[in-house]
């Protein structure tokens, strides 16, 4: 097997060769290659120290020397370079007490996670998989290097990767590791929220964020997302809904662009549903004010889960509005364009889409061609160049002081009403029309708002 090596890895290996080290490609690089795969960057392992290692190239940062990685600089790229290790004990489920160096690229593969994850290569010597790597790939199945049990004690994180992993590379998971997994789900406990963010994030936003229900099999969104539990534990009897909200939610998920804001406001949308369940008297069931309920819960879950404060702001956003089923009329438009924002809307578009494949097929159509028609207005509105904030209107703050009103609130509650005039007709956004229409109008203006 050949596997086209990128020129800074071709230099990085070809130098520790000529200084009489042996080196090699490691990991999701070489896995990726395999799968014809574009590797998201390329990591190198080594038998040199991470002092030999330093001697060897001019240019390095010492990014976690502790464990024997050191950051090579071949012009404007940078590539890991580590030293053969073994760990010793992790105590913390996350990492070694101890590392210890070898000289042994077989004790160095043994202490990776997965088999797929720990082949090797270089030019000379083609591939080196001890650990059934390539068998693995090829019967499409996330398997653990030597024992389950020992590589998730290590690190307790490997449990939520091999969902992620299965997801991305639509892989099953070898029977020995899921039952691994399901007896240690309880360790992800132990894990920082952030890294349990990114390993979910990856997964969610994979070509099967539907695998999430692999991670609820084995007890793991019990300890991660336990609002996702409770969906799942919630049936939908209703003429609209085929699945329990939990089901819906991975469904719907399926049929939304791979965007992180997009598929997070997906998988929480009805969070909210379990708290509002209603029955009526024939049976079936209502969640009134749940998208109010959910955001609630989407924040507690994303604060828990240290996001970052502008997509919590999104996905708040696009969870409180995902039922906003708007008519086709140009002014209710204009209007959810400005409460819901430009950047947003056509997310908020892809949520109700989506939400709407989730569902039953019960008035699937009518509600597809709601949406289309109002993508077309949308569209239309914005090519025209409707006024849908404050910067867009013909008069600012300035033309106000020129009036004479004295700077402070007034201004804003005058422009605001300005506004919400021309939100329902674009044709006064003029200042020939705005600046009289604000001074007649003044007084009730600023005593009403």
Not at 364 to 380: F, S
Request: with cysteine.
């Amino acid at each position: 097997m050949k596997i086209k090596l990128p020129a800074t890895v071709k230099i990085i290996l070809d130098s520790l060769h000529a200084h009489g080290f042996e080196a090699y490609a490691v990991g999701g690089c070489v896995r990726d290659s395999i799968l014809n795969r574009e590797p998201d960057d390329w990591d190198i392992t080594t038998s040199a120290l991470p002092h030999q290692i330093k001697q060897v190239f001019q240019r390095t940062v010492d990014t976690g020397i502790a464990h024997g990685t050191v950051t090579v600089l071949v012009g404007s790229r940078a590539c890991e370079v580590t030293t053969y290790r073994i760990d010793g004990a992790y105590s913390d489920s996350r990492h070694p007490d101890s590392v210890t160096f070898t000289s042994k690229l077989g004790e160095d593969l043994l202490r990776r996670d997965f088999t797929i994850n720990a082949m090797a290569y270089n030019e000379e010597e083609g591939l080196i998989d001890l650990y059934g790597g390539m068998r693995d790939l090829q019967r499409k199945k996330i398997c653990c290097v030597g024992n389950a049990s020992d590589r998730f004690r290590e690190d307790a994180l490997r449990i939520l990767r091999a969902v992620r992993f299965s997801a991305q590379l639509h892989f099953g998971i070898d029977r020995l590791t899921a039952l691994a997994m399901m007896d240690q789900a309880s360790n992800l406990q132990h894990i920082s929220a952030e890294r349990i963010c990114s390993e979910l994030v990856k997964l969610i936003c994979s070509d099967h964020p539907e695998y999430l229900r692999v991670a609820y099999e084995a007890g793991i969104t019990r300890v991660i997302l336990p609002e996702f539990d409770a969906m799942m534990q919630t049936p939908q009897n209703s003429p609209y809904h085929i699945y329990n909200v939990g089901d819906h939610t991975l469904t719907a998920m399926q049929h939304t662009r791979k965007d992180k804001v997009v598929r997070l406001a997906m998988l929480l949308h009805d969070a909210g549903k379990p708290s509002c369940k209603r029955m009526d008297t024939y049976g079936y069931d209502h969640f009134p004010d749940h998208a109010e309920a959910g955001v609630k819960i989407a924040d507690d879950t994303m604060r828990r889960l240290k996001l970052d404060n502008d997509t919590m702001h999104k996905v708040r956003t696009l969870i409180l509005y995902h039922d906003w089923w708007m008519k086709a009329d140009e002014k209710e438009i204009r209007r959810a364009l400005h409460t819901v924002g430009k950047e947003l809307f056509p997310f908020l578009l892809d949520i109700q889409q989506a939400d709407t494949m989730g569902k039953s097929e019960y008035r699937r159509d009518e509600r597809l061609r709601r949406i289309a028609q109002v993508a077309r207005y949308a569209a239309d509105i914005l090519k025209r160049g409707d006024a849908i904030d404050l910067k867009d209107l013909a008069i600012g703050g300035d033309d106000l002081l020129a009036m004479g009103i004295p700077a402070g609130a007034e201004i804003g509650k005058l422009l605001s009403a300005a506004l919400d005039l021309v939100l329902d007709d674009p044709a006064k956004n003029t200042r020939e029309y705005l600046l009289p229409y604000l001074k007649n109008h003044r007084n009730v203006i600023v005593n009403d708002l």
